[in-house]
């Protein structure tokens, strides 16, 4: 898990660094705020991830982003540190 939480903060980082036309702090909260969205519609929406076939694995991503819907963290690495917290647990 740790490297997937290091990639997930090289993506923010980078995202963030060329991303001029919001602030920063706003942006991350708004990107906190629908990726729970995102993850569900990925494993339950028109167009599923094809890698996901575990039906724990879906349950479990669906349990993550049902949270992140129900109380969105406020920035990323609120969100991160949970989902891969959460994620080593299994």
Do not use: C, H
Not at 49 to 61: I, N, P
């Amino acid at each position: 898990m740790p490297a997937y939480l290091e990639s997930f903060r090289a993506w923010k980082s980078a995202y963030l660094q060329g991303a001029s036309w919001e602030d920063r702090r706003g942006l991350e909260a708004r990107i906190a705020a629908i990726l729970g969205v995102f993850l569900l519609a990925r494993v339950d929406g028109k167009s599923p991830v094809e890698y996901l076939t575990e039906a724990a694995d879906k349950a479990f991503v669906r349990g993550a982003a049902l949270q992140m819907i129900v109380e969105p963290p406020y920035n990323l690495d609120v969100l991160a540190e949970t989902y891969f917290a959460t994620a080593g647990q299994r």
